[in-house]
Structures are given as C-alpha cells and as structure tokens.
C-alpha cells in the first residue's frame, strides 16, 4: 500500500512539473490559419454543440461530384 502511495506521489510532481512547463512555453505562428489550426486542436468541442451542429447541417445539399470522378465512374 505504502508503493502505491510513493507512486502516486511521484506521478503528482512528475504531472505538475509536465504542467508548469507547458504554462511556460511561449510558441510563435507565422499565420492566423497555423494559430487557429493549433487552437482547434488544443481545444474539445462541447458535446451538445457537436449534436447541434450536425443536425442542422444534415438538411444542406450535397457538393456536386468532381468531374473526375464521373469521368472514372466513382
């Protein structure tokens, strides 16, 4: 009991340290696009919203097929 204790412990300050550093870090983009791309993937789309916005985009039209596609036959 008393390891899984020490491990717990351990993992804790091995976290905080991982956080402090990651507070610490400044990055640089060279585009609004890098920045909100970056944003994007840093940051979780609330269920709700996800739901909502999937239903209201069912009802739009599908993009026409590439006439490459028609022209393979796919």
Same mark, same amino acid.
């Given at each position: 009991?008393? #390891?899984?204790?020490? /491990?717990? !412990?351990?993992?804790?300050? =091995?976290? %905080? %340290?991982?956080?402090? !550093? *990651?507070?610490? *870090?400044?990055? =640089?983009f060279s585009t609004?696009? =890098?920045?909100? $791309? ?6 979780a789309v609330p %269920?709700?919203?996800?739901? $909502?916005?999937?239903?209201? !985009? %069912?009802? /739009?039209?599908?993009p026409n097929r !590439? ?6 036959? #796919?």
């Open positions: 009991m008393k #390891q899984q204790n020490k /491990f717990n !412990s351990q993992h804790e300050q =091995e976290m %905080a %340290a991982q956080h402090q !550093s *990651t507070q610490n *870090t400044v990055q =640089e609004v696009e =890098e920045l909100l $791309r970056h944003d994007a993937a840093q940051t %269920a709700g919203l996800a739901d $909502r916005l999937q239903k209201s !985009s %069912a009802d /739009f039209p599908r !590439s006439w490459w596609k028609k022209l393979l036959g #796919q």
